[in-house]
């Protein structure tokens, strides 16, 4: 009887001899006795970040008995010392590997690379009040948390509205006119998401103005010029920045888009009216209705020596 090892192998050879003193033919049995499971190496198929499902492939040895078979992660036995299984989700899947001797070897495959989620972005517009200078979007973006407890693939790159790639998850992009502007965000999975843009405060009109002199008719007093502004619609389809304040010939500001000016003079005067873009019009205006000069006369009478009839002045 040979020492228990772990592992040995070898031959049985044995003869029957019956009470008559009958011998067989010699004969033997190959046998077997290990306790070492087989061994086991993956490989996944891709092995970076995708929004695809994942192919494991399971490559097993066993240097003695050999591989009898393998169990995959649902339950289905494969009689290979090679298998290939397909998952969606990221997560632990348990193969189970035999050889012949009974042996099992519990291998778990780990997958992580898979990301599904879209990413999300946000924006903000730069300023954000009226200007009548070009604007500046500044894109934000982010790959949400899986709920399988795993990290996302994170983001790759946002695409500008022009076409333009910029890696990493910030993004400026300068605007000269009101509109809608889309960005690409793309993580590094693969998935996309369209963040849809929209510039509305830039106006490049400059305001418009008339004017009225209260009274209209010559006057000896004070004269009022009365400005009405207003700021014109833009062929953009979006509304004006409105009209802001109104400078007036003295260098008083009035907030709004009417002002009274009383002037006793008669004059040129200007008044500076301002949008909240910033955009300026000088509307010129004038008083030549005021007189405060007296008129002047002088006489004659004729005849001009005695008479004893009428005379006339």
Request: a negative charge; one cysteine or more.
């Amino acid at each position: 009887k040979p020492a228990m090892r772990e592992e040995y192998f070898g031959n049985i050879y044995a003869k029957a001899e019956d009470n008559a003193g009958n011998v067989s033919d010699a004969i033997f049995a190959g046998f077997m006795f290990e306790q070492t499971a087989p061994e086991a190496e993956k490989t996944l198929t891709p092995d970076f970040w995708t929004n695809g499902t994942v192919e494991i492939d399971l490559s097993t040895d066993d240097n003695l008995s050999g591989v009898r078979d393998i169990t995959l992660p649902d339950g289905s036995v494969v009689d290979a010392a090679q298998a290939k299984y397909t998952v969606d989700k990221n997560g632990v899947y348990n193969f189970s590997v035999r050889d012949y001797c009974g042996n099992v070897l519990t291998y778990p495959v780990e997958v992580s690379n898979i990301d599904q989620l879209a990413p999300a972005a946000d924006y903000e517009v730069m300023p954000g009040d009226w200007t009548n200078k070009p604007v500046t979007i500044r894109v934000t973006a982010a790959d949400p948390e899986p709920e399988d407890g795993y990290a996302p693939s994170g983001v790759k790159s946002i695409t500008l509205p022009d076409g333009t790639v910029v890696d990493g998850d910030t993004a400026n992009f300068v605007a000269d006119a009101n509109g809608k502007y889309g960005f690409i965000i793309t993580d590094n999975g693969g998935n996309t998401f369209t963040l849809h843009t929209e510039v509305s405060n830039i106006d490049y009109l400059a305001p418009e103005a008339e004017y009225s002199v209260t009274p209209d008719i010559w006057t000896n007093g004070p004269a009022a010029i009365h400005v009405t502004a207003t700021d014109p619609e833009p062929e953009d389809g979006y509304a004006p920045s409105g009209v802001k304040s109104i400078t007036m010939p003295d260098g008083t500001v009035v907030e709004g888009s009417t002002a009274d000016f009383a002037t006793d003079a008669n004059g040129k005067y200007d008044f500076i009216i301002t949008d909240n873009g910033g955009n300026t019009f000088t509307l010129h205006t004038g008083v030549s209705n005021i007189d405060y000069l007296a008129p002047e006369a002088e006489y004659s009478v004729t005849p001009d020596i005695w008479t004893n009839g009428p005379a006339a002045i």
